[in-house]
């Protein structure tokens, strides 16, 4: 299939006049950048009918086309349809603009055509446009008109892919090519200058006949910046720059890795949706600042996402939220505007950025009174905080010593440090997060005995594992880039809970998102969900529903790392050799899908950490202190790593025995005691071992009979219940989303050894 698509791209490439772009000097690259480097900040504008339904624009269509990857709830006949019944009539692109400009954006970023095939232009190529709604105006030419007037500059997101379009990624590609093309020469030829180009991708197959398309481009637009998207197929992700036109990479929805190498633009939702979204979750202002300084101290540029409403207005919560962020850069800006990242490299505590003489720090969290930094090989002339102020600094013994203002606003304070000499050739440097003192974290409640003595009454639970790994037959599966992989015939949550139910287990500890990043729930930080899998189900929704129903509890597995973050080992930013442990960072990620898991899904018992492959750039105190702020009696624990001020102690492959026995948990958790613990956990799979397969998830198919016998799990079940611990037995669910047949049948054979009373386990049979 791909070789066929591939042909057809060439077949179309010939049937077009080749435009020959001249050739661009790095001087003449940088000057034409210029003003987006400059800029850092840009509103993106996701709209169009699908307003109507509050649902995520072109993702929620269903499928028309097998060669592409919607599979939404709205049927098609409904989605196409909606052009019918849009009518924002109170749009004033006007106000849009002063929005934009209000919050200290510089440039505008519009979906003029998105990949429901929908165009907010007055177009000739394709009927279905914005003309042919209610509404009847071009407001694509109302918005150029409006952000040129503001002195913004103006940007078109382009899907070059249309999963409307019959003839697209068939073997009448080149008729949809043609039709692409036209539609580019409209958005770039009829609304004077535009300064950027946003194309999309699909994660399938790209056959837009790239190389005459970038001419054509820039034939019409010779001073466009372009992103990188244009030229991307299947796995292959936002950070990677596959052809010289394209001027800089895109991370989705999460803050880039420091990188002043290459030009990057983070784009993220104020909401969890691109469009527009009833009743939606924001961020606040605090957040967006965070992000913003976060992203530009790692020399990246913000571009923020907007959803207005159908009738045309950007919702009321999210103008008030731009308003602060205005008023933050009315202060602020000159940390912002025409500066670079560095020289210290982003942290959860810090950011910075500089230009000229000049370094600007921005104090994101800061519990005390000073703040410590390796020293600039500069001297420092004068300390003062933007907004009036100045401010105390020290250096000694290779140390930068801030003394921070008692008094300090919501937002983020930013301290501007005027140098000696030139700040522009100090490298970057790296800063280890601040560590808390070995204490418990402040501002967390202990839990109160009698919280120990509901979680000590659950005894014991099925620990389910069913993700990529159940399709790989291996215990990590790296390198999975499409989550169609991800294939299971069914899901049965129902069997799984009554099945622990006849056990006469008191609660179920299921995973929600293993190393890989692929999430078991419909969060929406990511398309790396199950609800995008063939499965299009959110696992962890059914889950609590038959909990509801067999009347168990729900813990929560969750990787802190992942391997596709910033930094780690599918990460194409990271340098060689890279390890199997390499995790990256994303501290706004983790946060955020926490969020998710603890405020969507009714109360959790605890958490089960596995910092395997690191902490995923948010450490254990603060990650412990988000937690609480959203449960507080949700207990906490952490396999590997700094156990301060956790309540439960894990332990992997571990065994039953008191609170102070360390050796209990097992070989990754023995030489890590805390104080702070108040309960011991231990788990291990149902599987004995064996070769070939995995452990904890499904194995093979060959090792469908072999099972531990019900006497050891009973007896460690007796032992858990005589020293207060939790015992969670790893069973994993098959490739029909079901627990075996002799999981099922050796856990009754162990409900039915509670349910007699037996004291002892009878002797394990040979």
């Known amino acids: 299939m791909k070789k066929t698509l591939f042909c057809l791209a060439l077949m179309a490439a010939s049937c077009l006049q080749n435009f020959a772009a001249p050739a661009e000097t790095s001087a003449q690259r940088d000057a034409r950048m210029a003003w987006w480097r400059e800029g850092r900040f840009g509103m993106f504008i996701h709209y169009g009918p699908v307003a109507l339904t509050g649902k995520e624009i072109s993702w929620s269509r269903a499928n028309s086309n097998t060669n592409c990857p919607n599979k939404g709830p709205t049927p098609v006949a409904v989605y196409d349809n909606l052009y019918k019944e849009f009518n924002p009539t109170n749009f004033n692109a006007a106000d849009w603009t002063g929005i934009a400009k209000a919050a200290g954006m510089k440039y505008v970023v519009l979906t003029a055509k998105h990949c429901d095939g929908f165009l907010l232009w007055d177009s000739k190529v394709d009927a279905y446009n914005i003309t042919a709604t209610p509404f009847q105006r071009d407001l694509c030419a109302e918005l150029a008109r409006a952000v040129r007037a503001d002195g913004l500059k103006l940007g078109w997101y382009f899907s070059p892919m249309d999963w409307r379009d019959p003839d697209f990624r068939t073997e009448r590609n080149g008729a949809f090519i043609t039709r692409m093309q036209g539609q580019l020469r409209e958005l770039l030829g009829h609304y004077g200058k535009v300064d950027l180009l946003w194309f999309d991708h699909d994660d399938r197959e790209a056959v837009y006949d790239q190389t005459n398309t970038y001419a054509l481009v820039k034939k019409l637009q010779p001073q466009i910046v372009i992103n990188n998207r244009l030229d991307l197929g299947v796995n292959q992700g936002n950070r990677l720059m596959l052809h010289p036109h394209a001027d800089y990479y895109t991370p989705e929805q999460q ?209 389910i594992c069913w993700s990529f790994s159940t399709f790989s037959g291996k215990e990590w599966t790296p390198g999975v880039k499409d989550v169609s992989f ?138 412990l202190a988000f937690c609480k702020s959203l449960q507080p009696d949700c207990f906490i624990g952490f396999n590997h790593g700094d156990q301060t001020g956790a309540d439960i102690r894990l332990g992997e492959m571990g065994r039953p025995g008191p609170l102070n026995d360390h050796a209990a948990a097992g070989p990754h958790m023995k030489d890590a005691p805390s104080q702070s613990y108040r309960l011991a956990e231990f788990t291990y799979p149902i599987l004995p071992k064996h070769k070939g397969g995995a452990n904890w998830f499904y194995s093979l198919p060959e090792h469908d009979q072999l099972c531990l016998p019900a006497e050891k799990l009973y007896a460690d079940y007796l032992g858990a219940v005589k020293h207060g611990n939790l015992f969670a037995l790893d069973v994993g669910p098959d490739y029909a989303g079901k627990l075996r047949d002799i999981d099922v049948k050796t856990l009754r054979q162990v409900g039915e050894m509670i349910r007699n009373g037996q004291k002892t386990a009878p002797p394990t049979k040979p």
């Open 486 to 623: 991800f294939k299971p015939t069914g899901c049965d949550t129902d069997q799984w809970v009554k099945t622990a139910k006849e056990a006469g287990m008191g609660y179920i500890l299921f995973l929600t998102k293993h190393h890989d990043g692929f999430c078991l729930w419909d969060t929406q930080t990511t398309d790396r969900k199950v609800t995008k899998s063939p499965l299009g189900r959110d696992v962890l929704a059914d889950l609590k529903k038959s909990c509801e129903k067999h009347g168990l509890k729900i813990a929560l597995y969750f990787s802190e790392g992942e391997w596709r973050q910033p930094g780690g080992l599918e990460d194409p930013a990271t340098p060689a050799p890279k390890k199997r442990n390499q995790g990256g960072s994303n501290a706004e990620l983790k946060k955020a899908q926490l969020k998710e898991l603890l405020t969507q899904y009714g109360p959790i018992e605890y958490i089960w950490f596995d910092h395997a492959i690191g902490d995923g750039g948010l450490s254990h105190a603060e990650t």
């Open 255 to 463: 803050i880039g890795g420091y990188d002043d190498q290459r030009p990057w633009e983070t784009c993220m939702t104020l909401g969890t949706q691109w469009s527009w979204k009833p009743n939606d979750k924001i961020k606040s202002a605090a957040e967006v600042v965070r992000i913003l300084a976060r992203t530009v101290g790692g020399d990246g540029n913000l571009l923020l996402n907007v959803g207005p409403m159908p009738d045309g207005r950007i919702e009321p919560r999210q103008v008030e939220v731009l308003q602060k962020v205005g008023a933050w850069m009315g202060v602020n800006g000159e940390s912002i505007y025409g500066t670079r990242g560095g020289p210290w490299k982003p942290t959860e505590q810090l950011t910075s950025t500089r230009k000229s003489d000049v370094v600007y720090v921005h104090v994101l969290k800061a519990d005390g009174d000073t703040l410590e930094l390796p020293a600039l090989p500069r001297n420092i002339k004068s300390a003062s905080v933007l907004g009036g102020g100045e401010i105390k600094t020290e250096t000694n013994a290779g140390k930068f010593i801030l003394h921070l203002p008692a008094k300090r606003g919501p937002l983020a304070m930013v301290i501007k440090l005027e140098l000696d000499g030139s700040a522009m050739n100090i490298p970057a440097i790296t800063l280890p997060e601040i560590k808390p003192a070995q204490s418990s974290p402040k501002n967390v409640p202990m839990v109160s005995a009698a919280r120990v003595k509901q979680l000590q009454d659950l005894q014991w639970g099925m620990f």
